[in-house]
């Protein structure tokens, strides 16, 4: 190699140099995924009847200022796009703000959905995951165990955070159920759940900076540091 000719005088000027695989590995650098700089934000919305276009509106606008904000702190930022009623879908951005289906509501299809896309595309070492969920917290009654064991036990262990922006001030639906099952207003029980969860009343368009600043700020722990 040309390390040992240099040390043992061989070198001579003007002698041809051919390098070999050990010569460059002075000169190359390897490239290492980087959990820092990749992130993927997980847009979830519940497309029954129930959500209007009015609504569906206010998502599209606080989706488009969060994906630009997060960009600041990540070089390389992926989305991905669920809809659902009792099933969910993958689906391409411009479907995801135009799709509306018939059916029931089952929150827990979506955040399988969820689940599942993370399992198969984001490893946990190479990415930072953002899950969004969109809906106006109608839900099967008999599907909120469901949700909440798999908010608790399968994405919250995988995410650095779980926002929710509940368009109804209708009390008993979702924002109130994972409040009270997680503590989030208490001081009671793992306090993982506090920094993962963010959760907001998006009904207007004067909601929308308070729902940013909840989801992207809270609590003195910036969204990437949860």
Known sequence: TLKKLFSAGK?????????????????????VSNKRSSAVLIYMMDVSGSVDKDQKRLFRIANY???????????????????????????????????????????????????????????????????????DG???????????????????????????AQCSKEKG????????????ESNKGSDMPRKRIRISTLMGEDDLIPTWRMFLHKDKIPFHLA
């Open 65 to 135: 200022w969060i994906e630009r904000l997060i960009r600041r702190y990540y070089q390389n930022v992926e989305e991905q796009f669920i809809v659902h009623t009792s099933e969910a879908h993958v689906v391409e951005r411009a479907l995801f703000y135009e799709t509306r289906l018939s059916g029931g509501t089952q929150i827990s299809s979506a955040l399988e959905k969820s689940v599942e896309i993370i399992d198969k595309h984001y490893p946990l070492e190479e990415w930072n995951i953002y899950p969004f969920y969109y809906s």
């Open 11 to 31: 070198f001579q000027r003007g002698d041809a140099v051919v390098s070999t695989r050990k010569d460059l590995r002075y000169n190359t650098s390897k490239l």
């Open 173 to 184: 639906r979702f924002k109130d159920i994972i409040t009270k099952h997680f503590n989030l």
């Open 138 to 164: 109608d839900n099967y009654s008999s599907d909120y165990d469901k949700t909440i064991a798999i908010l608790g036990n399968q994405l919250l262990p995988r995410v650095n955070m779980f926002c929710y």
